[in-house]
């Protein structure tokens, strides 16, 4: 489980993050959805360690980011908006490296691997350097390093960014196997069509504020819409300036 209280973080006089606070259950898909700028992913950046907040704290299964960063990292597995692959390495050589990062080795890294491989669809790739990728091919492959360890919590900023149709489809059957194993997961997006596809709960993310959370049905009913589109719309359009 993730939990979020009101979190801060300024960028000299830009306020990137003013306040989220949000939890996100095991066994869900939980969404931030906002436009780009909304403050999603400096959110999830310090709930991943690699940013320290102003102001709040965020618990990853009861631990303390902020006290115990490296425990909390353990329990988490991230696909950040910089994939980061080595190129000059194999897609299975990138996993296997952080797998040893992870102190994960001999049968148990391979058999996590290949289940990894099968999962993701990955059998043609996993042998082939990652320099020349597509873009689906790298996320794939960023994806299982970073749950090459069977973390319980999964984090993930705009996944299916870039993707083309089919593969976007693949990647939303994999969070839902991720979710039907009780994981945690929680994935941003702009993308209207992939919070609806996906979310169990959803935390909409406008100005460095939630300024809205519940499951869909709750959100069209608080909103008095008949489709998410509309009720986002509904919940943000009051925003001024919002995508200026």
């Known amino acids: 489980m993730i939990e ?3 979190l801060h973080k300024a960028f000299g006089p830009v306020r990137a993050v003013d306040g989220v606070s949000f939890s996100a259950a095991d066994g869900e898909i ?3 959805l906002g ?3 909304a403050g999603k992913t400096t959110t999830l950046r310090m709930l991943y360690t690699l940013m320290s907040p102003d102001r709040g704290s965020v618990r990853i299964d009861g631990v303390d980011v902020g006290a115990h ?3 909390a990292r353990r329990r988490l597995g991230v696909l950040p908006d910089a994939r980061g692959l080595y190129d000059g ?3 299975r050589e990138n996993i296997e490296y952080f797998a040893d990062l992870q102190g994960l080795t001999g049968l148990a890294r391979a058999e996590q691997i290949e289940r990894l491989t099968r999962a993701l669809g990955m059998q043609e790739i996993i042998d082939r350097r990652t ?3 597509s873009q689906g091919e790298r996320v794939k492959c960023a994806i299982a390093r970073a749950l090459v360890h069977d973390p319980q919590n999964v984090v993930l900023d705009e996944p299916t960014n870039g993707l083309d149709v089919m593969t976007t489809r693949s990647m939303r059957a994999f969070l839902r196997t991720l979710r ?3 994981k945690c997961v929680l994935f941003s997006s702009h993308i209207m069509q992939e919070v609806a596809a996906l979310c169990d709960r959803i935390v909409v993310i406008a100005h460095g504020r939630a300024v809205a959370q519940g499951t869909p049905d709750e959100l069209l009913a608080e909103t008095g819409r008949t489709t998410l589109e509309d009720a986002f719309v509904a919940i943000i359009g009051s925003e001024e300036g919002l995508f200026t």
Do not use: I
């Open 180 to 182: 039907d194993r009780g």
């Open 69 to 71: 960063p490296a425990d």
């Open 35 to 37: 436009p780009n700028g």
């Open 4 to 6: 979020v209280h009101d």
């Open 131 to 133: 320099k020349g990728f």
């Open 30 to 32: 939980t969404g931030l």
């Open 89 to 91: 390495l194999s897609a």
